[in-house]
Protein backbone atom coordinates (compact mmCIF):
# COMPACT_ATOMS: atom_id res chain seq x y z
CA UNK A 1 0.00 0.00 0.00
CA UNK A 2 0.99 3.76 0.04
CA UNK A 3 1.52 4.36 3.32
CA UNK A 4 2.06 2.08 6.54
CA UNK A 5 -1.66 0.41 7.48
CA UNK A 6 -2.46 -0.41 11.40
CA UNK A 7 -4.88 -2.71 12.75
CA UNK A 8 -7.10 -2.14 14.62
CA UNK A 9 -7.54 1.26 14.84
CA UNK A 10 -9.08 0.94 18.46
CA UNK A 11 -9.41 -1.74 20.53
CA UNK A 12 -10.53 -1.89 23.70
CA UNK A 13 -10.19 -5.35 26.03
CA UNK A 14 -10.61 -6.32 29.61
CA UNK A 15 -7.74 -6.83 32.04
CA UNK A 16 -5.62 -9.96 31.85
CA UNK A 17 -6.65 -10.80 28.25
CA UNK A 18 -4.29 -10.93 25.11
CA UNK A 19 -4.32 -8.67 22.30
CA UNK A 20 -2.73 -8.40 18.78
CA UNK A 21 -2.18 -5.17 16.94
CA UNK A 22 -1.14 -5.72 13.58
CA UNK A 23 1.23 -3.83 10.98
CA UNK A 24 1.77 -3.94 7.63
CA UNK A 25 4.60 -1.59 6.50
CA UNK A 26 5.71 0.10 3.24
CA UNK A 27 6.06 -2.44 0.42
CA UNK A 28 10.38 -1.98 0.20
CA UNK A 29 10.92 -0.79 3.70
CA UNK A 30 13.45 -3.12 5.14
CA UNK A 31 12.93 -1.37 8.88
CA UNK A 32 9.95 -1.34 11.20
CA UNK A 33 9.25 -0.07 14.32
CA UNK A 34 7.42 -0.14 17.08
CA UNK A 35 6.59 3.24 19.71
CA UNK A 36 3.89 3.55 22.14
CA UNK A 37 2.30 6.87 23.34
CA UNK A 38 0.82 6.72 27.01
CA UNK A 39 -0.95 9.97 27.70
CA UNK A 40 0.91 12.64 28.36
CA UNK A 41 4.02 11.14 27.28
CA UNK A 42 6.51 10.91 24.42
CA UNK A 43 6.51 8.54 21.80
CA UNK A 44 8.02 5.60 23.92
CA UNK A 45 10.39 3.00 21.44
CA UNK A 46 9.71 -0.76 21.80
CA UNK A 47 11.23 -2.79 19.37
CA UNK A 48 12.85 -2.68 15.95
CA UNK A 49 13.55 -4.79 12.94
CA UNK A 50 16.00 -4.43 9.81
CA UNK A 51 16.30 -7.03 7.86
CA UNK A 52 16.72 -10.54 8.58
CA UNK A 53 18.55 -9.57 11.55
CA UNK A 54 17.48 -10.13 15.18
CA UNK A 55 15.52 -7.23 16.14
CA UNK A 56 16.19 -4.85 18.79
CA UNK A 57 14.01 -5.62 21.57
CA UNK A 58 15.56 -3.37 24.17
CA UNK A 59 12.62 -1.04 24.59
CA UNK A 60 9.79 -3.82 25.44
CA UNK A 61 8.45 -3.01 28.64
CA UNK A 62 8.20 -6.55 30.23
CA UNK A 63 8.21 -10.25 28.86
CA UNK A 64 4.35 -9.98 28.60
CA UNK A 65 5.27 -7.65 25.11
CA UNK A 66 6.68 -9.97 21.61
CA UNK A 67 6.82 -8.96 18.52
CA UNK A 68 7.49 -10.37 15.56
CA UNK A 69 7.93 -9.98 11.73
CA UNK A 70 6.59 -12.53 8.93
CA UNK A 71 8.42 -12.57 5.67
CA UNK A 72 10.38 -9.03 6.44
CA UNK A 73 6.84 -7.86 5.52
CA UNK A 74 3.75 -7.80 8.38
CA UNK A 75 4.31 -7.46 12.20
CA UNK A 76 2.37 -8.85 14.80
CA UNK A 77 2.84 -6.99 18.41
CA UNK A 78 1.16 -8.73 20.76
CA UNK A 79 0.48 -8.16 24.58
CA UNK A 80 -0.10 -10.83 27.21
CA UNK A 81 -2.06 -10.61 30.21
CA UNK A 82 -2.73 -6.75 29.40
CA UNK A 83 -2.70 -4.30 32.65
CA UNK A 84 -4.46 -1.31 32.51
CA UNK A 85 -0.82 0.77 32.43
CA UNK A 86 -1.02 -0.57 28.66
CA UNK A 87 -3.48 1.47 27.80
CA UNK A 88 -2.08 3.76 24.89
CA UNK A 89 -1.33 4.48 21.12
CA UNK A 90 0.56 1.90 19.46
CA UNK A 91 2.32 3.23 16.72
CA UNK A 92 4.37 1.52 13.90
CA UNK A 93 6.68 3.06 11.73
CA UNK A 94 8.61 1.62 8.70
CA UNK A 95 11.87 3.55 6.68
CA UNK A 96 14.10 2.39 4.15
CA UNK A 97 16.92 1.86 6.81
CA UNK A 98 20.76 1.90 5.89
CA UNK A 99 20.38 5.26 7.65
CA UNK A 100 17.39 6.89 6.69
CA UNK A 101 15.62 8.19 9.40
CA UNK A 102 12.68 9.51 8.09
CA UNK A 103 10.02 7.09 9.14
CA UNK A 104 6.76 6.67 7.90
CA UNK A 105 4.19 6.20 10.49
CA UNK A 106 0.78 4.27 10.92
CA UNK A 107 -1.70 6.21 11.97
CA UNK A 108 -1.50 3.66 15.32
CA UNK A 109 -3.65 1.67 17.47
CA UNK A 110 -5.59 3.02 20.53
CA UNK A 111 -5.32 0.29 23.12
CA UNK A 112 -7.85 0.73 26.34
CA UNK A 113 -7.65 -1.62 29.16
CA UNK A 114 -10.29 -1.65 31.11
CA UNK B 1 15.44 9.05 31.51
CA UNK B 2 14.07 10.96 28.98
CA UNK B 3 16.99 12.46 26.62
CA UNK B 4 15.07 14.47 24.31
CA UNK B 5 12.87 16.90 26.21
CA UNK B 6 10.51 19.27 25.11
CA UNK B 7 9.80 21.56 28.35
CA UNK B 8 6.57 23.35 26.80
CA UNK B 9 3.66 21.21 26.49
CA UNK B 10 2.20 23.88 24.59
CA UNK B 11 2.29 27.28 22.67
CA UNK B 12 -0.83 29.58 20.56
CA UNK B 13 0.17 31.81 18.32
CA UNK B 14 -1.61 34.19 16.48
CA UNK B 15 -2.01 33.90 13.05
CA UNK B 16 1.04 35.55 10.64
CA UNK B 17 3.38 35.53 13.73
CA UNK B 18 6.57 33.15 14.19
CA UNK B 19 6.03 30.09 15.76
CA UNK B 20 9.06 29.05 18.09
CA UNK B 21 9.10 25.48 19.38
CA UNK B 22 11.77 24.48 21.41
CA UNK B 23 14.00 20.85 22.20
CA UNK B 24 16.90 19.69 24.46
CA UNK B 25 18.87 16.77 24.58
CA UNK B 26 20.88 15.35 26.78
CA UNK B 27 23.04 12.75 24.99
CA UNK B 28 25.87 14.49 23.51
CA UNK B 29 26.12 11.37 21.10
CA UNK B 30 23.31 12.32 19.19
CA UNK B 31 24.10 13.55 16.01
CA UNK B 32 21.12 13.74 13.59
CA UNK B 33 17.78 15.60 14.80
CA UNK B 34 14.22 15.47 13.29
CA UNK B 35 10.89 17.52 14.04
CA UNK B 36 7.60 15.36 13.49
CA UNK B 37 4.23 16.91 13.22
CA UNK B 38 1.39 15.29 14.24
CA UNK B 39 -2.61 15.77 13.71
CA UNK B 40 -5.06 13.89 15.84
CA UNK B 41 -5.69 10.14 14.72
CA UNK B 42 -2.78 10.40 12.77
CA UNK B 43 0.30 9.03 12.95
CA UNK B 44 3.47 11.61 13.19
CA UNK B 45 4.60 12.71 9.80
CA UNK B 46 8.45 13.75 8.94
CA UNK B 47 8.92 17.70 8.67
CA UNK B 48 12.47 18.59 9.08
CA UNK B 49 15.96 17.34 9.64
CA UNK B 50 19.31 18.79 10.44
CA UNK B 51 22.54 16.88 10.80
CA UNK B 52 24.96 17.61 13.64
CA UNK B 53 27.36 18.88 11.00
CA UNK B 54 24.94 22.12 10.53
CA UNK B 55 23.23 24.69 12.86
CA UNK B 56 20.75 25.76 10.25
CA UNK B 57 18.80 23.97 7.88
CA UNK B 58 15.20 25.71 6.19
CA UNK B 59 12.56 24.12 3.98
CA UNK B 60 9.93 27.18 2.72
CA UNK B 61 8.12 28.38 6.10
CA UNK B 62 10.35 25.63 8.52
CA UNK B 63 13.70 26.14 9.70
CA UNK B 64 15.60 24.17 12.75
CA UNK B 65 18.33 25.93 14.06
CA UNK B 66 20.89 23.62 16.41
CA UNK B 67 23.38 24.77 19.04
CA UNK B 68 25.82 21.89 19.85
CA UNK B 69 26.78 23.55 22.74
CA UNK B 70 24.11 24.09 24.99
CA UNK B 71 22.67 20.37 23.26
CA UNK B 72 19.12 22.62 21.87
CA UNK B 73 17.42 22.79 18.94
CA UNK B 74 14.02 24.86 17.63
CA UNK B 75 11.89 24.77 15.13
CA UNK B 76 10.63 27.76 14.01
CA UNK B 77 7.70 28.37 11.72
CA UNK B 78 6.90 31.84 9.69
CA UNK B 79 4.53 33.29 8.74
CA UNK B 80 2.32 30.43 10.84
CA UNK B 81 -0.93 29.19 9.34
CA UNK B 82 -3.97 27.79 11.06
CA UNK B 83 -2.75 24.55 9.61
CA UNK B 84 -0.16 24.11 11.09
CA UNK B 85 -2.07 23.72 14.56
CA UNK B 86 -0.64 19.85 15.75
CA UNK B 87 1.24 18.39 17.86
CA UNK B 88 5.14 18.56 17.19
CA UNK B 89 7.68 16.27 18.42
CA UNK B 90 10.96 16.67 18.29
CA UNK B 91 13.56 13.34 17.29
CA UNK B 92 17.46 12.56 18.03
CA UNK B 93 19.93 9.45 16.93
CA UNK B 94 22.89 8.58 17.34
CA UNK B 95 23.50 7.84 13.33
CA UNK B 96 26.31 5.35 13.90
CA UNK B 97 25.39 1.95 15.81
CA UNK B 98 22.11 3.43 16.89
CA UNK B 99 18.69 1.77 16.12
CA UNK B 100 15.90 4.35 16.74
CA UNK B 101 15.14 7.80 17.39
CA UNK B 102 14.62 8.59 20.50
CA UNK B 103 11.27 11.33 21.18
CA UNK B 104 10.40 14.37 22.74
CA UNK B 105 7.02 14.66 24.53
CA UNK B 106 5.63 16.68 22.06
CA UNK B 107 4.36 20.41 21.90
CA UNK B 108 0.75 21.32 21.44
CA UNK B 109 0.63 24.46 18.47
CA UNK B 110 -2.16 25.86 18.05
CA UNK B 111 -2.48 28.91 15.45
CA UNK B 112 -4.99 31.62 15.98
CA UNK B 113 -6.64 33.07 13.63
Known amino acids: GAGVSQSPSNKVTEKGKDVELRCDPISGHTALYWYRQSLGQGLEFLIY????????KSGLPSDRFSAERTGGSVSTLTIQRTQQEDSAVYLC????????????FGSGTRLTVV | DQQVKQNSPSLSVQEGRISILNCDYTNSMFDYFLWYKKYPAEGPTFLISISSIKDKNEDGRFTVFLNKSAKHLSLHIVPSQPGDSAVYFC????????????FGTGTRLTVIP
Open chain 1, 93 to 104: ASSLGGGSYGYT
Open chain 2, 91 to 102: ASIRKTGANNLF
Open chain 1, 49 to 56: FQGNSAPD
